[in-house]
């Protein structure tokens, strides 16, 4: 059973920085491809970034120059560093992993969410 554990997540200021982290319990980050989505109140879940198991990653436009996904084979843990947040990124974000080296289709498993709130 696959289990996804997040933290990180916070109230910051406008131009600033937080590191979300999603720890992997049953999967392989190494084999399977994994990704952040964040979700508005009242909109469906988008996914900002992600990293395929050969390593090739994608950026949402939005976040791209901001936001920097990363992975940790040996401790099988997912990262999210996003810099020069604006409060248009407050929203809950999830970890999630493909059951499949690539993005593709909808992800298997998912985590259980972290609030990102950016203050004006």
């Known amino acids: 059973q696959v289990q996804l554990v997040e933290s990180g997540g916070g109230l910051v200021q406008a131009g600033g920085s937080l590191r979300l982290s999603c720890a992997a319990f049953?999967?392989?980050?190494?084999?399977?491809?994994t990704g952040w989505y964040r979700q508005f109140p009242g909109r469906e879940r988008v996914l900002v970034a992600g990293?395929?198991?050969?390593?090739?990653?994608y950026y949402q436009g939005s976040v791209k120059g901001r936001f920097i996904i990363s992975r940790d084979n040996v401790k099988n843990t997912l990262y999210l560093q996003m810099n020069s947040l604006k409060p248009e990124d407050t929203a809950t974000y999830y970890c999630?992993?493909?059951?499949?080296?690539?993005?593709?289709?909808?992800?298997?498993?998912w985590g259980q969410g972290t609030q990102v709130t950016v203050s004006s």
């Open positions: 999630a992993t493909w059951s499949k080296p690539y993005m593709a289709g909808r992800a298997a498993s």
């Open positions: 990293i395929n198991s050969d390593g090739t990653i």
């Open positions: 049953g999967t392989s980050f190494s084999i399977n491809a």
